[in-house]
């Protein structure tokens, strides 16, 4: 399903959206140096392939990334903070991505290792599609998900989404889950 047309063509970026437990946020530089784990943690990549071996490198690839997609108004990543501790615990948010030749509009979404099993990505998760939603962004959103990553695809089904088809994605081999409006 196409993205909506708008008049005013919207950033797809979640600022100063929260959940019960999380502030999200544009990222900054400074998230560097706190997103830095989760490249260095080999459990985080082993479902990709083709990405940097070096943490650091990885790391700063996804950041130019990130800012790329900021200024071309093609969504992206958000910082979640933890609103207790106020530490970064993840990224989350709302991509446009072109897949099999369709405009679509994904939510993306990791966490660092030490918050894994905690429900944070389905707590992003759940407000990225809201927010996309309510906001009239698209009637239909997708997540990308590499075939073999079973925690990401589980919360994908939590969020209500559904397996809408396979495809190769950046030479890796995908599932798309959907959910509709």
């Not at 990553?149 to 589980?154: A, F, M, W």
């Not at 209500?160 to 959910?179: A, C, E, L, W």
């Amino acid at each position: 399903m196409p993205l909506q047309q708008h008049n005013i063509k919207p950033n797809y970026l979640l600022t100063n959206e929260e959940t019960d437990r999380l502030l999200i946020k544009k990222v900054t530089q400074s998230h560097f140096q706190e997103w830095l784990p989760f490249h260095k943690e080999p459990l985080s990549s082993q479902f990709w392939s083709g990405l940097p071996k070096d943490p650091i490198q990885a790391c700063q690839e996804q950041f130019n990334r990130i800012f790329e997609r900021y200024d071309s108004g093609a969504g992206g990543m958000n910082a979640l903070i933890h609103k207790e501790s106020n530490m970064l615990i993840g990224l989350a948010g709302l991509l446009i991505q072109n897949i099999n030749h369709q405009e679509e509009l994904e939510i993306g979404y990791s966490i660092l290792p030490k918050y894994w099993r905690q429900g944070y990505a389905f707590e992003a998760a759940s407000a990225c599609k809201n927010v996309a939603f309510q906001n009239n962004w698209a009637e239909s959103l997708i997540s990308i998900i590499q075939v073999n990553n079973l925690p990401s695809q589980r919360t994908a089904l939590k969020i209500g989404m559904s397996i809408d088809g396979s495809t190769t994605y950046k030479k890796n081999p995908v599932n798309i889950f959907r959910i509709r409006k």
